[in-house]
């Protein structure tokens, strides 16, 4: 069973950065697919980026050209580095990882963004 700890959070103003990390209790170097959803409050959690193990990644349209995800095999982590952050982007970020065809998740972190 993979464990996945988010941490990075927190409050930012508008036009502001932050970069989120998901730590993984094992090495995440054999996972192909790994990524970050979010969920807003009485909206349904949705796809933010994902990445599998070549590299490849994909976007949700509404944070294209600023969020960036990447994956650091050797420190088992998972990252999503966000720009041009704005209050739309505000929610409980989690990230997950498919193994074996089962997903496991972590237990989300809180993006506030203010106006």
């Known amino acids: 069973q993979v464990q996945l700890v988010e941490s990075g959070g927190g409050l930012v103003q508008a036009g502001g950065s932050l970069r989120l990390s998901c730590a993984a209790s094992e090495s995440i170097f054999s996972i192909n697919a790994m990524g970050w959803y979010r969920q807003a409050p009485g909206k349904q959690r949705e796809l933010v980026a994902a990445i599998i193990r070549t590299g490849t990644s994909n976007y949700a349209d509404s944070v294209k050209g600023r969020f960036t995800i990447s994956r650091d095999n050797a420190n088992n982590t998972v990252y999503l580095q966000m720009n041009s952050l704005n209050p739309e982007d505000t929610a409980v970020y989690y990230c997950?990882?498919?193994?074996?065809?089962?997903?496991?998740w972590g237990q989300g972190t809180q993006l506030t963004v203010s106006s």
């Open positions: 997950y990882v498919d193994k074996f065809g089962r997903r496991y």
